[in-house]
């Protein structure tokens, strides 16, 4: 009788709606997370988007992609994104390459790949968590951290010819777009969150870990 009700018992699970047998190895803090790492993702691949209608000039920097082939990109890559044409850069490092006046590649890849890998980075590398898991609150924290970093580069690094890097809020001195705030205040929010979340479940505090607004971006914890 136990030998048939331990086989019952997953199939009695899935049979719940919208219940997955893989949960039973997660913590609620788990399935919050799960939650976060595909906003975070969306978010960035509505980001690729956006920058690229705005800055096709990037894309055309490699002649026959499309936007849908940087997405494909990102998609294939579960884990770290690491591409030759970036030289294998990630996260920080990346991100600087957009705004480094000596690169002649797209500008928009190397953002996205760089606040991309950094996103993955809080996370683990991982695409959803399970109970073995654990996050670092001030990790998530340091990357909220540097998004609002990045937002300011944005905004304030321009070409010795005066010209924006990458446009997004303004062009020709016009501020005429500011979804590109709403998209990144969305993934700051995100970020910070979790870093609550996850704080509060390993009955930690990370107030005052990364409170100083700055202009260089923080290398996350190891």
């Known amino acids: 009788m136990r030998f048939l009700l331990c086989l019952l018992l997953p199939l009695c ?13 997660k913590s609620d803090i788990d399935l919050v997370a799960d939650e976060f790492i595909q906003e975070t993702r969306s978010a960035v691949r509505e980001l690729v988007v956006k920058l690229y209608k705005r800055n096709p000039v990037q894309l055309q920097k490699n002649p026959g992609m499309t936007i849908e082939g940087r997405l494909a990109q990102l ?30 590649g797209d500008r928009v890849f190397a953002l996205v790949v760089g606040l991309g890998s950094m996103l993955r980075e809080a996370y683990s590398y991982k695409s959803e968590m399970f109970l073995t898991d654990q996050l670092d609150a001030k990790e998530l924290l340091v ?3 540097n998004v609002e970093v990045l937002l300011w580069r944005l905004k304030n690094t321009r070409k010795p010819s005066g010209e924006h890097y990458i446009i997004t809020h303004e062009y020709q001195g016009v501020t005429d777009n500011l979804s590109f ?8 929010i995100l970020q910070e969150m979790m870093a609550r979340i996850a704080g509060d479940s390993d009955d930690r505090t990370v107030t005052g870990a990364v409170h100083a607004v700055s202009k260089v971006f923080i290398p996350l914890p190891i």
């Open 13 to 25: 699970l899935c049979s719940c709606a919208g219940y997955e047998i893989k949960n039973l190895a």
């Open 75 to 104: 998609r294939v890559h579960r884990n770290e994104l690491n591409f030759v044409e970036l030289g294998g850069k990630q996260g920080i490092e990346a991100m600087l390459m957009a705004f480094d006046p000596d690169f002649t």
């Open 143 to 145: 990357s909220a951290r």
């Open 181 to 188: 705030e709403r998209l990144f205040g969305k993934i700051i």
